[in-house]
T-cell receptor, first 113, second 117 residues
């Protein structure tokens, strides 16, 4: 059974650019959640996708958007990058009937300069 | 809105000893789940233990156990026989049992635990 994977591991972008982060969910999981973890802080919920539709959103601006594909993998897109977007971005997937238990990927470290 | 508070930014413990990490939360919900997650330097967030609010019995997983006090809204984690591999950031997290829109985890700020040899 393959766990949650994320790509890339690290990336560096310039303020104003756009970035796409990718997540492959664990086998059998159809729900994917994204979290932003600033340095030294707990993760903050960005949004969740279930069956290819957004199914919940945290307090993040519209320049944070996402997609879920038929194979349940997901993308997080961030437009007009700001310095404060520098963080670890975590993806988590869940079983269809055990949605309370989320399994996390290793994260993507984004640095905005 | 739910909030989770971890009042201990850092803790240290000697190998083989016992340590307790504190967590309090605020919610008006009656049904919910509480979790402790471990995040080692490798960054992978790993579920340590889960507690359902409707269960009075405290959850245990090998060396890890919780003290769940629903009325006090307290959820502490006890690690027995601490091992060097327990060194990590530990997060307490809350999730509603019946979400109105998406199941999100609400995390505390974390406690860095260092196990010393």
């Amino acid at each position: 059974e393959t766990g949650v994977t994320q790509s890339p591991t690290h990336l560096i972008k310039t303020r104003g650019q756009q970035v796409t982060l990718r997540c492959s969910s664990q086998s059998g999981h159809n729900t994917v959640s994204w979290y932003q973890q600033a340095l030294g802080q707990g993760p903050q919920f960005i949004f969740q996708y279930y069956r290819e539709e957004e199914n919940g959103r945290g307090n993040f601006p519209p320049r944070f958007s996402g997609l879920q594909f038929p194979n349940y993998s997901s993308e997080l897109n961030v437009n007009a990058l700001e310095l404060d977007d520098s963080a670890l971005y975590l993806c988590a997937s869940s079983f269809p009937d055990g949605i309370y238990e989320q399994y996390f990927g290793p994260g993507t470290r984004l640095t905005v300069t | 809105a739910q909030t989770v508070t971890q009042s201990q930014p850092e803790m240290s413990v000697q190998e083989a000893e016992t340590v307790t990490l504190s967590c309090t939360y605020d919610t008006s919900e009656n049904n919910y789940y509480l979790f402790w997650y471990k995040q080692p330097p490798s960054r992978q967030m790993i579920l340590v233990i889960r507690q359902e609010a409707y269960k009075q019995q405290n959850a245990t997983e090998n060396r890890f156990s919780v003290n769940f006090q629903k009325a006090a809204k307290s959820f502490s984690l006890k690690i027995s026989d601490s091992q060097l591999g327990d060194t990590a950031m530990y997060f307490c997290a809350f999730m509603k049992a019946v979400p109105e829109y998406g199941n999100k985890l609400v995390f505390g700020a974390g406690t860095i635990l260092r196990v010393k040899s």
